[in-house]
């Protein structure tokens, strides 16, 4: 089972929307769907909750569909919109792609009908994720600092970053279109197509490291660990992959090894062990420029939300990515808390979870917003010692190209707080994944180690 995706559907004909709802259901288990009947309605809903389609009909009586997707663009440019109506006009159909509709499906007789509409959703919303993806990894390897690359389904490369193509010695538009395996000593580039064939062969796996000898440009051979993970769809031939570059600082011969960052086989070879505080020299080292790093690192996570905080068995979509994600790169969550909206409540989380030597990092998620209820922001960067603005500023950056200008209404910020690096972003599933594997996961180790330098060197400071 794929994940799952959540569609609104916006009709005026109550008994229809009832039966769309039952049938796509019936036709695949990864569809939900929420019905309302008024465009304007629908408009509310999209603002209130988090959904992967829109399926509209024509005529309505606040507005025709194709109003309601011109205001669905204005807010959400990309988000897959397919049109279903009675209405088979040329004309409609020719309006409703010039406007930019997914796609447009004429209602028919029948049960048929939905499960063509499912197949259509799904296929939208699938062909959505798989260019958001590309597109996150494309800005991840413009802004990370590591060498990194894309490569095609064939193995060529799409797109180097600055930094890699200084370790090769080479123009990056040199490095672009190369062959993958000519920039590989003989036989690694085959080792690393094999970890990608188990990393899609186990949903468990989210990357794989193999080592490779990289050869620059004057024949000099860099023993490297190369991380990498699968991008797009290998049945349509879309299948890629992304990969992090990074010197090994032993002189072991890198002949056919490599080893899966996957949370089940982690969770197999290694016991669990008792978290330890963050000066403790065996999780603290340096990069190639003498920074202090600490890693594997242990975080904490703060879910801001009355709804979830006063419910019996409440859920907490977006603590559980963070956790996947942090899991899967090799460091792990230490503590969890849930509070409701309020600043006392917040900040005595926060309190709390900084004075814990264990904790390295404290991630906040919700109450990020505009509205009066929204007050994390200000709740946390009460504690802190020093800002750091960058976070915000290039999480805005990174999220306008998913949400476009509604970005304004996102709050995110970050500081040190004790010595503890603290980011507030919004509580969505989206945008907690964003925030958390293009910038947390890359930076953090070095600020965990740059805000508790000074600890490590005198543990009494």
Same mark, same amino acid.
């Given at each position: 089972?794929?994940?799952?995706?959540?569609?609104?559907?916006?009709?005026?004909? $109550?008994?229809?929307?009832?039966?769309?709802?039952?049938?796509?259901?019936?036709?695949?288990?990864?569809?939900?769907?929420?019905?309302?009947?008024?465009?304007?309605?629908?408009?509310?809903?999209?603002?209130? %909750?988090?959904?992967?389609?829109?399926?509209?009909?024509?005529?309505?009586?606040?507005?025709?569909?194709?109003?309601?997707?011109?205001?669905?663009?204005?807010?959400?440019?990309?988000?897959?919109?397919?049109?279903?109506?009675?209405?088979?006009?040329?004309?409609?159909?020719?309006?409703?792609?010039?406007?930019?509709?997914?796609?447009?499906?004429?209602?028919?007789?029948? $049960?048929?009908?939905?499960?063509?509409?499912?197949?259509?959703?799904?296929?939208?919303?699938?062909?959505?994720?798989?260019?958001?993806?590309?597109?996150?990894?494309?800005?991840?390897?413009?802004?990370?600092?590591?060498?990194?690359?894309?490569?095609?389904?064939?193995? $060529?490369?799409?797109?180097?970053?600055?930094?890699?193509?200084?370790?090769?010695?080479?123009?990056?538009?040199?490095?672009?279109?190369?062959?993958?395996?000519?920039?590989?000593?003989?036989?690694?580039?085959?080792?690393?197509?094999?970890?990608?064939?188990?990393?899609?062969?186990?949903?468990?796996?989210?990357?794989?490291?193999?080592?490779?000898?990289?050869?620059?440009?004057?024949?000099?051979?860099?023993?490297?660990?190369?991380?990498?993970?699968?991008?797009?769809?290998?049945?349509?031939?879309?299948?890629?992959? *992304?990969?992090?570059?990074?010197?090994?600082?032993?002189?072991?011969?890198?002949?056919?090894?490599?080893?899966?960052?996957?949370?089940?086989?982690?969770?197999?070879?290694?016991?669990?062990?008792?978290?330890?505080?963050?000066?403790?020299?065996?999780?603290?080292?340096?990069?190639?420029?003498?920074?202090?790093?600490?890693?594997?690192?242990?975080?904490?996570?703060?879910?801001?939300?009355?709804?979830?905080?006063?419910? *019996?068995?409440?859920?907490?979509?977006?603590?559980?990515?963070?956790?996947?994600?942090?899991?899967?790169?090799?460091?792990?969550?230490?503590?969890?808390?849930?509070?409701?909206?309020?600043?006392?409540?917040?900040?005595?989380?926060?309190?709390?979870?900084?004075?814990?030597?264990? *904790?390295?990092?404290?991630?906040?998620?919700?109450?990020?917003?505009?509205?009066?209820?929204?007050?994390?922001?200000?709740?946390?960067?009460?504690?802190?010692?020093?800002?750091?603005?960058?976070?915000?500023?290039?999480?805005?950056?990174?999220?306008?190209?998913?949400?476009?200008?509604?970005?304004?209404?996102?709050?995110?910020?970050? %500081?040190?707080?004790?010595?503890?690096?603290?980011?507030?972003?919004?509580?969505?599933?989206?945008?907690?994944?964003?925030?958390?594997?293009?910038?947390?996961?890359?930076?953090?180790?070095?600020?965990?180690?740059?805000? $508790?330098?000074?600890?490590?060197?005198?543990?009494?400071?």
């Amino acid at each position: 089972m794929g994940a799952p995706i959540r569609v609104l559907h916006v009709d005026d004909e $109550t008994r229809f929307l009832e039966l769309s709802a039952e049938f796509l259901a019936a036709a695949d288990d990864r569809l939900s769907v929420v019905t309302e009947s008024m465009a304007t309605d629908g408009l509310d809903r999209l603002e209130t %909750g988090a959904f992967d389609c829109v399926v509209s009909d024509y005529r309505m009586p606040s507005m025709t569909g194709i109003e309601f997707l011109d205001a669905v663009r204005e807010r959400y440019p990309a988000l897959p919109f397919v049109l279903f109506t009675g209405e088979g006009s040329e004309t409609i159909a020719s309006d409703a792609i010039s406007a930019g509709a997914t796609d447009y499906l004429r209602k028919r007789t029948g $049960t048929e009908q939905y499960e063509l509409l499912a197949n259509r959703v799904i296929n939208a919303v699938e062909s959505y994720r798989a260019r958001k993806e590309l597109e996150r990894y494309e800005l991840l390897v413009e802004t990370v600092g590591d060498p990194m690359y894309m490569l095609d389904a064939e193995g $060529t490369v799409t797109l180097a970053n600055e930094a890699l193509a200084d370790m090769l010695g080479r123009d990056r538009q040199e490095v672009v279109g190369m062959d993958a395996a000519e920039l590989l000593v003989a036989g690694d580039y085959q080792v690393g197509s094999d970890c990608l064939a188990g990393v899609r062969g186990d949903p468990e796996t989210d990357w794989s490291a193999f080592e490779a000898g990289v050869r620059t440009a004057d024949g000099e051979v860099i023993p490297t660990e190369i991380s990498t993970a699968p991008i797009g769809d290998d049945a349509d031939g879309s299948g890629g992959s *992304v990969g992090v570059v990074r010197k090994r600082s032993d002189d072991r011969e890198t002949a056919g090894s490599f080893m899966f960052s996957s949370r089940a086989a982690t969770a197999e070879m290694t016991e669990p062990t008792e978290p330890t505080p963050t000066t403790d020299p065996d999780r603290r080292t340096t990069d190639d420029h003498g920074h202090d790093i600490v890693t594997p690192l242990q975080a904490a996570i703060i879910t801001v939300s009355t709804s979830r905080a006063e419910a *019996v068995d409440p859920d907490d979509p977006g603590g559980d990515r963070i956790e996947s994600l942090f899991e899967a790169a090799g460091h792990r969550v230490v503590d969890r808390r849930l509070v409701a909206d309020g600043r006392a409540p917040i900040q005595a989380a926060l309190d709390d979870l900084v004075a814990e030597p264990t *904790v390295d990092l404290v991630i906040a998620t919700g109450g990020t917003g505009p509205t009066v209820d929204d007050v994390t922001p200000e709740a946390v960067a009460a504690r802190f010692d020093r800002e750091l603005p960058g976070f915000g500023e290039l999480f805005r950056r990174l999220s306008h190209r998913e949400i476009g200008t509604r970005v304004v209404a996102t709050r995110a910020t970050a %500081g040190i707080a004790d010595a503890t690096p603290v980011f507030v972003v919004p509580g969505s599933t989206n945008a907690v994944e964003l925030a958390t594997e293009a910038i947390i996961l890359e930076e953090a180790p070095h600020l965990v180690g740059l805000s $508790t330098r000074h600890l490590a060197a005198d543990p009494d400071a």
